[in-house]
Nanobody, 126 residues
Framework: QVQLVESGGGLVQAGGSLRLSCAAS????????MGWFRQAPGKEREFVAA????????DYADSVKGRFTISRDNVKNTVYLQLNSLKPEDTAVYSC???????????????????WGQGTQVTVSS
């Protein structure tokens, strides 16, 4: 079983930046593909970004493409999400998720990820 803990959220002004971290324990992340999702109040959870277990493939939601960057450090067992040029509409709870490389499915679908962190709040003021 893999446990995930996010950190790095906070309050930032529009145009600012944050770096979110997702630290894993229990299992090495090298055999897991990772995703970041977010959920704003009253809205459904939505896909933000994903990175394949090898780090060679990344995918982004159109709303964050060019502003957010997902990366991973399998030695540190940590996945990162760099958030730049933040907008008020980016305000949400951001959660990381992990799925085994042996689990098929769409990286953008929350349902394929069995392991989740508790989330970290990102608030962007205008």
């Amino acid at each position: 079983q893999v446990q995930l803990v996010e950190s790095g959220g906070g309050l930032v002004q529009a145009g600012g930046s944050l770096r979110l971290s997702c630290a894993a324990s229990g299992r090495t992340l090298s055999s897991y593909s990772m995703g970041w999702f977010r959920q704003a109040p009253g809205k459904e959870r939505e896909f933000v970004a994903a990175v394949r277990w090898s780090g060679g493939y990344t995918d982004y939601a159109d709303s964050v493409k060019g502003r957010f960057t997902i990366s991973r450090d399998n030695v540190k067992n940590t996945v990162y999400l760099q958030l730049n040029s933040l907008k008020p509409e980016d305000t949400a709870v951001y959660s990381c998720a992990a799925k085994s490389v042996y689990t098929a499915g769409d990286y953008r679908s929350p349902s394929v990820y069995p392991h989740w962190g508790q989330g970290t709040q990102v608030t962007v003021s205008s």
